[in-house]
């Protein structure tokens, strides 16, 4: 098993621009999440995913949307980049019958310029 | 929502050292308190959790104590050793809360330095 994988790894975006970051997990997990992790600030939950074809905002949403076409599959976007998006992006997923770790992806240093 | 606040932000021991990190929380249906070690430039990774139903649970060097009534929860790692040095995030949530989500919230971390 891959765990959760997150592509790409590294990122540098003009301001305006667009990208979508890719989540993927192999696990069977019901919940995915995307985090952001900025220097004194902890994890702060982006949007979230109970299921195949949900989604919901989390503390951060502004900016970002999500799908989750397939189970699998937790796609983060980003219509127009800007500077205060720099971060670093964590994919995470969760529960399965009876175990409630959260197992995160490697991470996704994103950097608007 | 929950609100998660921890301290220290840094904290040095000396190598065999005993350590401890404190968070608390606001929302008293939080019922599960994991915590997390990232080391440098890696992703978290759970190193152990307590649900509300007890207070205090232990795995080897390390040990996590819950106050249900003072909301505030404790991890306690025993014995340091360098490669216990990372960044440490204790986080709350609600399992099976009205979201169907165990969004986890987490606390600011705090970096641990185990000198040699």
């Known amino acids: 098993n891959a765990g959760v994988t997150q592509t790409p790894k590294f990122r540098v975006l003009k301001t305006g621009q667009s990208m979508t970051l890719l989540c993927a997990q192999d696990m069977n997990h019901e919940y995915m999440y995307w985090y952001r992790q900025d220097p004194g600030m902890g994890l702060r939950l982006i949007h979230y995913s109970v299921g195949e074809g949900t989604t919901a905002k989390g503390e951060v949403p502004d900016g970002y949307n999500v799908s989750r076409l397939k189970k699998q599959n937790f796609l983060l976007g980003l219509e127009s980049a800007a500077p205060s998006q720099t971060s670093v992006y964590f994919c995470?997923?969760?529960?399965?019958?009876?175990?409630?770790?959260?197992?995160f992806g490697q991470g996704t240093r994103l950097t608007v310029v | 929502g929950e609100n998660v606040e921890q301290h220290p932000s840094t904290l040095s021991v000396q190598e065999g050292d005993s350590a401890v990190i404190k968070c608390t929380y606001s929302?008293?249906?939080?019922?599960?308190f994991p915590w997390y070690k990232q080391e440098l430039g890696k992703r978290p990774q759970l190193i152990i959790d307590i649900r509300s139903n007890v207070g205090e649970k232990k795995d080897q060097r390390i040990a996590v104590t819950l106050n249900k009534t003072a909301k505030h929860f404790s991890l306690h790692i025993t014995e340091t050793q360098p490669e216990d040095s990372a960044v440490y995030f204790c986080a709350a949530t609600q399992l099976g809360s009205q979201t169907g989500a165990n969004n986890l919230f987490f606390g600011t971390g705090t970096r641990l330095t185990v000198i040699p």
């Open positions: 995470a997923s969760s529960y399965s019958q009876g175990n409630t770790e959260a197992f």
């Open positions: 929302d008293s249906a939080s019922n599960y």
